[in-house]
């Protein structure tokens, strides 16, 4: 599907017409958000060296893509603050705030009637001048960025015809014609089969951009994320590589599932699942 040399990568489009993306050093730290009286994170630490590929896992519920939000600056936080190349992201105007930062987040919507390639398209527009139409430049990139999506001839089918792996995979090529140096992913596995969980993880491992993606499965994490940052209760528990902190016992603690961990050829941990989760704490 995607490959190193996709249309994320490249320039000719309207606007910014570089190759490589200029990857941005992410932040975060003492980052605090609630809603409605309830505290969702507490004193949040994160950070994304340029180019790294950041792992955010965690239980259902404990935040993470609530972090994201924070992230991309679709948020804003109570409390802390979030740096993008050490400038705060509010201070960042929004134009050039959606010219450096892609979100791919979890799809819900079906009912979008929009083609694919219009789709792709809308990654394009922090770039366009405002009531400029669509240049051939443009329509170029979002056609490569949908064929190394391996989604040819799907440009003219209607967003809500295209099945979930599908989307997943267009909203990927959307984000990638973006051009991002920080590229935000909210479970982009998540419909894809095991073949494009592969691809889509080594090309963001191989990818310029610096990555922050959240997953729930902890082997494809270790496998392919540089550092990891597991939360639990909407704090951080541990962050590190994935060694340091994908351990039995946190495991245990965050997850209540027992396991074995390995340490294959490669250095990266191994999580072997034991049968049967452990009773979790009531009350
Ligand atoms: N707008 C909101 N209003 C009320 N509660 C919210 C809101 N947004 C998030 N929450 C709550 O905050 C907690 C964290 O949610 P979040 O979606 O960030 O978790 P997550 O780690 O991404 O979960 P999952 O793995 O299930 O996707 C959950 O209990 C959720 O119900």
Redesign the pocket.
């Known amino acids: 599907m995607i490959g190193p040399d996709t249309a994320g990568r490249r320039g000719g489009g309207s606007g910014r017409a570089t190759g490589d993306p200029d990857p941005a050093r992410l932040h975060a730290d003492g980052v605090g958000w609630g ?2 009286g ?1 505290r ?1 994170l507490a004193g949040v630490a994160l950070t994304a060296e340029p180019g790294a590929t950041v792992g955010l896992l ?10 994201l939000r924070l992230l991309s600056g679709l948020a804003r936080p109570d409390s802390g603050r979030v740096l993008l190349d050490d400038v705060a992201l509010g201070a960042i105007p929004r134009r050039a705030l959606a010219r450096r930062i892609a979100v791919v987040t ?1 799809q819900v919507a079906t009912d979008v009637e929009m083609s694919a390639l219009e789709v792709v398209l809308l990654g394009r527009t922090p770039y366009r001048p405002r009531l400029a139409g669509v240049g051939a430049a443009d329509l170029d990139l979002a056609r490569r960025a949908l064929a190394e999506a391996g989604l040819a001839g799907f440009e003219q089918r209607r967003w809500s015809s295209l099945s979930g792996g599908e989307r997943q995979r267009v909203d990927l090529a959307r984000a990638l014609v973006q051009e991002p140096d920080l590229l935000l992913l909210d ?1 982009p596995t998540n419909h894809l089969d095991i073949r494009h969980q592969l691809e889509l993880l080594r090309f963001l491992a191989e990818s310029a951009s610096t990555v922050v993606v ?1 997953l ?1 499965d902890l082997n494809l994490a270790a496998q392919y994320c540089d550092r990891l940052v597991l ?1 639990y209760g ?1 704090r951080v528990v541990a962050a590190g590589t994935p060694v340091e902190v994908l351990t039995t016992s946190r495991i245990e603690q965050v997850y209540q599932v027992r396991t074995d961990v390995d340490i294959a050829a490669d250095g990266r941990p191994r999580i072997w699942y034991r049968s049967h989760a452990i009773q979790a704490p009531t009350g």
Do not use: R
């Not at 519920?61 to 609530?66: I, M, R």
């Open positions: 809603v409605a309830v969702i965690g239980p259902n519920g404990s935040g993470k893509s609530s972090l979890q479970e959240t729930h939360l909407g």
